[in-house]
């Protein structure tokens, strides 16, 4: 059983930031792809950055580059989403994903957390 477990959200000023965690049990950081995505309401989904857990070379979406940036603890089974300089438009629910397949931000994960909110206020 493969189960993807988010937290670190909550409500931030614009301009700060936060650590989003996502706890792959079943699965580990260990091979494959895990990745980073956040969904508005009424929006699609978006995909943030993926990371080769083989090669541990990421990838980013323009949107995020330079604030957003993704690391691993393969002891921990964890992967880490680090958002900085937040703004109001990135509020959204942000999810973890991890598949076998493919790594890129359009990749069809099959492995999916049930998401963790992140408000950021003007």
């Known amino acids: 059983q493969v189960k993807m477990v988010e937290s670190g959200g909550g409500s931030v000023q614009a301009g700060g930031s936060l650590r989003l965690s996502c706890l792959a049990s079943g699965y580990g950081v260990k091979s494959g792809c895990m990745g980073w995505f956040r969904q508005a309401p009424g929006k699609e989904r978006e995909g943030l950055g993926v990371v080769d857990l083989n090669s541990g070379t990421p990838y980013f979406s323009d949107s995020v580059k330079g604030r957003f940036t993704i690391s691993q603890d393969k002891a921990k089974d964890t992967l880490y989403l680090q958002m900085n300089r937040l703004k109001p438009e990135d509020t959204a629910m942000y999810y973890c994903?991890?598949?076998?397949?493919?790594?890129?931000?359009?990749?069809?994960?099959?492995?999916w957390g049930q998401g963790t909110q992140v408000i950021v206020s003007s």
């Open positions: 994903a991890a598949g076998l397949g493919s790594c890129g931000l359009r990749t069809d994960f099959a492995f």
